[in-house]
């Protein structure tokens, strides 16, 4: 029997999707082309921190199967692309997962079938680059099959929101491709809007992730300037935060991290100066971020010299290495730079975090310290680079050492903030 739907990439969009398309009673298969992915997953266990082992035993109760044969996607009702679409070693865009996801898709295309993609790319992507390729199979958008573009909104660690009570843009590359898109979505989620077409939901996703990489950048910079002017940044953002409107707070960092904030805004400057555009807003966002590393440890230098330490040598501790608080997740974490810059003047590192149990940086692995307390005994300077709910315990006072805190949590007197 065909499933009512494929889910093709079953990692951070493409599993939460699954497990939500089980939940709703649709018969799920899932494609991926790691045969780790799919064999821990048909063991019943998860490779992603917001899908427990527990969830996906209960998908595979109501018959959810992953398999590395794309025979799965043979005939089924709905197809959906959750590949990822990152950088290259150049950090331009990558775009030949969704390219190869697209050509296993029109291999096994079947009239009638709904394929809607949700990795994120530029405007055009859709309409330009995977409904060629799909039509490749000989089927023809809008006459034989489907296509639609409904922009993932997975935020990780977000208890709040989840995938059913996130509204979901959806799309069509025709009225009737939206209206098919229209009716798979309403079935997993309490809110469906329908964008105009593929390219503003393209957009769409775009554009919100270009505002959090501005006003991220716009608070780094602003924490730049009150500590060059002696103004408290964090009592700067509290006061100003109470505005009830026309004010959304964002703090200083590190710098950015995750899937989405580091890389979309990418996507959308490539595209733009294809067509001749220039957006000088983000660019000027990016010089911004990409010098923040740098900044916090060049920031951490002088602090260990204030303290009496040469940094080449200097034992420096991170705590806190995935690029948000309260995930294991660390795709284009700050504390990558961070540690290079480090490591570039000649400090020794180590780390601590509760959830990532290795971290490897350019091929060399830092040292793991177990706990907090490990962690900070016998550095020379501790560095806390991401507000993990098991640090608001961690009694600073006692800390031997230095702490420079970039999140602006952290209390106490040997406590330097960002």
């Not at 099959?145 to 922009?151: D, T």
């Not at 491709?177 to 079935?187: I, L, R, S, T, V």
């Not at 580091?262 to 971020?289: C, I, K, N, W």
């Not at 284009?332 to 971290?359: C, I, K, M, N, T």
Request: aromatic share 6%; charged share 25%.
């Amino acid at each position: 029997m065909p499933a009512e739907l494929a889910v093709v990439g079953l990692g951070y969009v493409g599993l939460p999707l699954a497990r939500r398309a089980c939940e709703a009673g649709l018969d799920t298969v899932g494609h991926d082309i790691s045969p780790a992915v799919t064999g821990g997953l048909t063991a019943g266990r998860s490779h992603i921190g917001d899908v427990s082992d527990a969830e996906v035993r209960r998908m595979r109760a109501r018959g959810f199967r992953a398999s590395t044969d794309p025979a799965v996607l043979d005939r089924a009702r709905t197809v959906v692309i959750c590949v990822p679409t990152g950088l290259t070693a150049e950090r331009t865009p990558d775009l030949e997962p969704l390219r190869a996801a697209a050509r296993t898709v029109a291999r096994h295309l079947a009239p009638g079938t709904l394929v809607s993609v949700e990795s994120t790319s530029h405007p055009g992507t859709t309409q330009e680059i995977v409904r060629p390729l799909l039509e490749e199979s000989g089927l023809r958008v809008g006459e034989d099959f489907h296509l639609a573009y409904s922009p993932e909104r997975i935020d990780p660690g977000n208890s709040r929101f989840s995938f059913r009570t996130t509204p979901k843009i959806v799309s069509g590359c025709t009225t009737l491709c939206a209206k098919h898109a229209e009716a798979f979505y309403e079935q997993l989620v309490d809110e469906v809007v329908v964008a105009a077409g593929t390219r503003e939901a393209e957009m769409a996703k775009l554009l919100e992730n270009a505002y959090r990489y501005v006003n991220i950048a716009l608070a780094d910079e602003a924490a730049l300037y009150c500590g060059q002017a002696g103004i408290d940044i964090w009592d700067v953002l509290r006061c100003a935060g109470t505005k009830p409107f026309g004010f959304a707070p964002f703090r200083p960092g590190p710098g950015v991290g995750g899937h989405c904030v580091p890389v979309d805004p990418r996507y959308l400057m490539a595209r733009a100066e294809e067509q001749g555009f220039s957006f000088r807003t983000l660019h000027a966002a990016r010089e911004v971020l990409d010098a923040m590393p740098g900044h916090v440890a060049d920031r951490a230098c002088r602090l260990l010299r204030e303290h009496g330490t040469d940094p080449a040598g200097a034992r420096v501790t991170l705590l806190g290495v995935a690029y948000k608080a309260g995930v294991a997740d660390v795709r284009e974490s700050p504390a990558f730079p961070v540690a290079r810059a480090l490591r570039a003047r000649g400090a020794r590192l180590a780390y601590h975090d509760p959830r990532v149990g290795s971290f490897t940086v350019d091929g060399t692995p830092v040292p793991r310290r177990l706990t907090p307390e490990e962690a900070c005994a016998g550095s020379d300077l501790v560095l806390l680079l991401q507000e993990h709910e098991e640090y608001g315990a961690v009694p600073w006072d006692e800390v031997g050492c230095p702490v420079l805190d970039t999140r602006g949590t952290a209390r106490g007197r040997r406590v330097t903030h960002l």
